[in-house]
């Protein structure tokens, strides 16, 4: 009976950390494209693992942010 909730197909990389880099156009959590997140549910499972496939090579192409919040001092 616990089955049939499952799939053949690859599931979500999607980590819960949803943040979209502006600089790359790359989701930081789980480095696919808006139009990539977007169209998940709806491509076969070959398009998610070509999708899957090409993730790791795109880590690098993350850019690291400078700065943040100043300490405070009291």
Do not use: F, H, N, Y
């Not at 089955?3 to 197909?9: G, L, P, S, T």
């Not at 819960?16 to 930081?28: A, F, N, R, T, Y």
């Amino acid at each position: 009976m616990d089955d049939v909730w499952k799939r053949a197909e690859p599931q979500s990389p999607c980590v819960k950390v949803c943040v979209m880099q502006p600089e790359s156009g790359l989701c930081i959590g789980c480095l696919r494209t808006g139009d990539e997140i977007a169209a998940w549910p709806g491509m076969t499972p070959e398009s998610r693992r070509a999708v899957m496939a090409d993730l790791p090579a795109r880590q690098g192409m993350l850019t690291r942010r400078r700065g943040g919040r100043a300490a405070r001092v009291p």
